[in-house]
């Protein structure tokens, strides 16, 4: 008895199990392709051949994938490429990310695919583009990172890009990264007043699955609070670019960092950190809202505001819940019924009370413009509410502190209430004071803050009209318009430009100005 357990554990080691054997059978096959693979880089390098044909060669004979080629034509170990990876990051200034040699590895196994961000390192480390390590389509950046191209920048991929590779979210980051670096790389490619065709359905589909995310982390019961400065100032930032920047590349910055926000609304963090955090996605969706409305696409606007109340109601900030309301009445004031945009103002003066805010200043001034477009020409008494609402608004703008009173977004500036004030004695048919406060309005705004410029000047060319002078009304808005570059020309300013295309037509039937007009409209 006591030599047949030595005899089991005899044949124990000198037979490995099944399981021992085909572990080891893997581990040799390993050690011949590297085996092959290094006689064939020693051969290909003598012969001066580049990286790229000494990877061709060995997927040729080594029969393995095309990213393992590339590493083993490199002579490079999977800890060396890992290093690589993490120093593009750091070099950025950016977190490590959590790449690994097992991550790698399933790469090269075609177990996994890399995600385009770590795609696009890769390509960086081995100086490829995603095709010759076997990945169809162009990378995250763009460009191309192969031997002959140009050197990559290192910011090519934002720097507020998540490291992480997992579905849904990610997937809808990458998207508007991408936009991000076309508009970049080529400004005046695409009109501003949306993406056309597929791209757009997709850019605005991702945008919306990013704002019905944190939807779920606010209503989830789990929204906490951590909130770094960095997102603060770059919020305050947005604001401040809110009139200069390109409309679409500012949208996609504020929805990065709004996804950014998401993610820490999806985690317990310190509760004293709640509010900080929920404050901030309410600004951020308020500040999305605001720019898709420019953008026209009201029905999303519409959805970021809901989310921006959802967010705002977690604070119990009246005066931030107030903004919302007030900014969400500029949706059915431009697009919808200017009833419910009065409405929306005069809940939003609920909201504000007696305390001094930028609701309080601003609602009376949206008022007053639903009120003219419900009027219309020639209502003596609508003209005089409105302009008892647009003196309340006079009277309180100088009640706001000073950086309220400087920011055009998140505050209310005195050009703006001019601007408001003008546009609205237009519509109830005061053309003259019309003309006075959008000339008060103008001389506020410097040259490169073009939204509000365009609009004001758009509205000088209706008093224009209105007075007679329909042809220089339809010349200053032209120039005005085509003045412009693409990327700045949304589809608030479009839309003005074709109705005063179409009152002029209204109201002087077959003048020959009209139809060159709307020719330079459509080649512009």
């Known amino acids: 008895m006591p030599g047949k357990p030595r005899g089991l554990a005899t044949r124990g080691a000198g037979r490995p199990s099944p399981a021992s054997g085909s572990g080891e059978v893997v581990a040799l096959a390993s050690r011949r392709e590297l085996s092959a693979a290094r006689q064939v880089r020693a051969r290909e390098l003598v012969g001066g051949t580049p990286p790229d044909g000494i990877a061709a060669q060995i997927r040729s004979e080594c029969g393995t994938t095309s990213i393992r080629a590339y590493r083993l034509a490199l002579g490079i170990a999977l800890a060396d490429v890992v290093a690589q990876v993490r120093a593009w990051y750091q070099a950025e200034g950016r977190r490590p990310p959590r790449f690994s040699e097992t991550l790698l590895s399933a790469y090269e196994s075609g177990q996994k695919r890399p995600g385009p ?63 991000v670096l076309r508009l970049r790389a080529d400004p005046d490619g695409e009109p501003t007043g949306g993406i056309p065709g597929d791209a757009g359905s997709a850019f605005f589909g991702a945008a919306d699955r990013i704002r019905r995310r944190m939807d779920d982390a606010l209503l989830a019961g789990r929204v906490s609070e951590t909130m770094i400065d960095r997102w603060e100032q770059a919020t305050a930032a947005y604001g401040r670019e809110y009139l200069v920047a390109p409309p679409l590349r500012l949208l996609s910055d504020t929805l990065l960092d709004f996804s950014d926000v998401r993610r820490m609304c999806a985690e317990r963090q310190p509760v004293e950190s709640a509010e900080r955090l929920c404050r901030l996605a309410g600004r951020l969706a308020g500040l999305a809202g605001i720019i898709l409305i420019n953008l026209g696409e009201p029905r999303l ?37 200017p009833g419910e945009a009065l409405a929306l103002a005069g809940s939003a003066a609920d909201l504000a009370g007696r305390h001094p805010c930028v609701a309080g200043v601003m609602a009376p001034a949206i008022s007053a413009r639903a009120m003219a ?28 502190p000073a950086s309220d009173r400087a920011d055009t977004a998140f505050g209310y500036t005195q050009r703006q209430l001019f601007f408001h004030e003008g546009d609205a004695l237009l519509a109830l048919g005061d053309g003259q004071r019309a003309a006075r406060a959008l000339s008060r309005a103008l ?46 020309r949304p589809e608030i300013v479009l839309q003005a430009a074709r109705m005063l295309g179409r009152l002029v037509a209204a109201r002087h039937a077959g003048l020959p100005a009209v139809r060159e007009y709307r020719e330079a409209l459509l080649t512009g």
């Not at 140009?150 to 997937?171: F, I, M, N, S, T």
């Not at 219309?376 to 647009?390: C, E, F, K, V």
């Open 443 to 488: 001389r506020g705004y410097r040259p490169g803050e073009y939204l509000d410029r365009s609009l004001i000047v758009l509205g000088q060319a209706r008093c224009l009209l209105e007075v007679g002078q329909p042809e220089q009304a339809l010349r200053l808005s032209q120039n005005a318009l085509l003045g412009l570059d693409r990327e700045h």
């Open 301 to 337: 606007a519409r959805s970021f505001f809901r989310t921006a109340r959802i967010a705002a109601d977690e604070t119990g900030d009246r005066g931030l819940r107030a903004w919302v309301s007030v900014r969400e009445a500029l949706v059915p004031l431009y697009y919808g019924d």
């Open 373 to 400: 477009r419900m009027a219309g020409h020639g209502r003596r008494s609508a003209l005089d509410q409105a302009r008892d609402m647009l003196d309340r608004a006079h009277d309180a703008v100088d009640g706001l």
């Open 117 to 179: 961000e770590y795609l696009h390192y890769l390509c960086a480390v081995y100086r490829a583009d995603p095709q010759d390590l076997g990945y169809p389509g162009s990378c995250l950046c763009g460009g191309r990172h192969g031997a002959a191209a140009r050197p990559v920048p290192a910011a090519a991929v934002p720097a507020h890009a998540g490291a992480g590779q997992g579905p849904g979210g990610d997937d809808d980051e990458d998207l508007i990264r991408r936009a």
